[in-house]
């Protein structure tokens, strides 16, 4: 519950967003991924892995933020989003190379395939990254990689609710000059 006498709102607590768990839970597959099946040198293995990082990261940047500014917090989110769906298409990128060579393990879980309704069901009920770590370790790549685009997928609609709510609570809340405004003239009303 905010408090409607402060300036400053209750930033909340990161960790028990399923937007972030699920994005810690990506970040470690991606360093894994990264460290298992691409090459020493490789300048995807940075991008991934900063991209990753970079999701895991906005989302507690903009989770701090949101005790002074809902704006910075919505655009950090929006920034959270987009590095996951630049990592969703190295992933896909990853895929599509190995399908030139082997259609069948190259192939991208289509949203309705038995795996990614099976992985979906997983998704809805954990969020806990060693939970996955356990499950991808003894995989191929490219189980992985349909593993990591189905968790980018619940992860990138996550954050688009999340981006609705705080949308939502500024419209009805309003943001930083808003508050400013409304404790100033309550504070002349006192004065008076």
């Keep these: 519950m905010e408090n409607n006498n402060s300036l400053y709102r209750n930033p909340g607590n990161y960790r028990k967003l399923h937007s972030y768990q699920k994005a810690e839970a990506i970040y470690d597959i991606t360093c894994f991924f ?3 099946f691409l090459r020493r040198g490789d300048r995807t293995i940075d991008q991934m892995v900063q991209a990753a990082r970079s999701g895991k990261q906005n989302i507690i940047e903009g989770c701090k933020a949101s005790a002074i500014s809902a704006e910075t917090e919505i655009k950090l989110i929006g920034v959270a989003k987009a590095s996951l769906h630049e990592l969703w298409a190295d992933y896909e990128d990853y895929l599509r190379k ?6 069948v393990k190259g192939r991208i879980w289509e949203k309705d395939s038995i ?3 099976k992985m979906y069901e997983l998704s809805r009920i954990h969020n806990d990254a060693a939970f996955y770590m356990k499950i991808v370790m003894p995989r191929p790549s490219e189980t ?3 593993i990591a685009i189905c968790l980018l997928r619940h992860t990138d609609y996550l954050l688009f609710r999340q981006l609705e709510t705080l ?6 809340e309003g943001g930083l000059r808003e508050r400013m405004t409304r404790l ?3 504070e002349r009303a006192k004065k008076k």
């Design 34 to 36: 990264c460290g298992k």
């Design 98 to 103: 190995i399908s030139y060579t082997d259609p």
């Design 115 to 117: 795996e990614a309704k």
């Design 144 to 146: 992985i990689a349909n």
């Design 167 to 172: 949308e939502r609570q500024f419209l009805s």
């Design 184 to 186: 100033r003239i309550q």
